[in-house]
């Protein structure tokens, strides 16, 4: 039971973390609705692991060339780096506040927001700057020109996603938009700025299961977890990369407000 439960819950991370529909949302929905507790933090681990070696794959040609660049950047003054020394230190300048605003109260914000009534008031707070991406964004640059600006505008966006319903890739997604970055151009920046947060969030409690151990879950349902979050993942990337060449997020709008709607319908009446 607890394999299946640990399969399912990483299908739905590997999808939910990249499609602009928050998997930490769905994840808090999932668990009230069906009863479920926790797995534990070696589960959240595995699908941050997961999701993490999903975002490395799919983009690992950029990531060898990005990495290649920031150790090359240190031999360059910065009027001397090229495009990849750049990205590099542009993903760099994005990751940084929402690691320390993450550090330092990420459990703290997770605490108070994670139950179903916040997960549908962000989920409509998202939606609305993901229309207001595709009314107002003026789309023109591509992911060679990503500025500083952009960096800091979208790593500060990122920090949003510490809110349950929010949606990482809708938030940072939707801001390169809004900044001028065109769709594909946008979704490309804020999955390779993902992997550093991503990272950072699954040693945060990697050191923690060192420390405790697995748990009653055991390895099982940590292998399960990685694997499901990490090929449902990859898929995921893949999807959004091929669709927002020419699709809008106009139909991930209306599944957030329909699934908003919803819970607040329940919570009306139950």
Not at 96 to 120: M, Q, R, Y
Not at 157 to 169: E, W
Not at 243 to 248: A, D, I, P, Q
Request: hydrophobic letters at 55%; charged letters at 15%.
């Amino acid at each position: 039971m607890l394999a299946l439960k640990a399969l399912f819950l990483g299908i739905v991370q590997g999808i939910t973390e990249f499609l602009p529909i928050s998997s930490s949302g769905h994840l808090v929905l999932f668990e009230r609705a069906f009863g479920w507790t926790q797995l534990g933090l070696s589960f959240n681990v595995a699908v941050h692991l997961g999701t993490l070696l999903a975002v490395l794959a799919y983009f690992r040609h950029t990531w060898v060339r990005v990495i290649k660049g920031f150790f090359l950047s240190f031999r360059h003054r910065p009027a001397e780096w090229d495009l990849d020394m750049r990205m590099a230190w542009m993903l760099v300048l994005a990751s940084i506040p929402a690691a320390i605003v993450g550090a330092a109260w990420g459990d703290t914000i997770e605490g108070h927001t994670s139950t179903p009534f916040w997960v549908a008031v962000f989920l409509v707070a998202g939606s609305l700057v993901m229309l207001a991406a595709e009314r107002l964004g003026r789309r023109e640059r591509s992911i060679l020109q990503v500025s500083v600006r952009d960096a800091g505008v979208v790593g500060c966006a990122q920090v949003l996603a510490l809110l349950p319903g929010t949606s990482r890739s809708a938030i940072t997604i939707s801001t390169g938009m809004l900044d001028g970055l065109e769709r594909k151009a946008a979704a490309e920046f804020a999955f390779l700025m993902s992997a550093p947060i991503i990272a950072g969030a699954g040693i945060w409690e990697g050191q923690k299961v060192v420390r405790h151990g697995f748990g009653p879950a055991g390895t099982g349902v940590f292998v399960v977890g990685f694997l499901a979050s990490a090929v449902t993942g990859f898929l995921a990337v893949g999807f959004m990369m091929r669709y927002l060449k020419t699709g809008t997020l106009n139909p991930f709008v209306i599944y957030r407000l329909a699934l908003a709607g919803l819970v607040f319908l329940l919570l009306l009446i139950l």
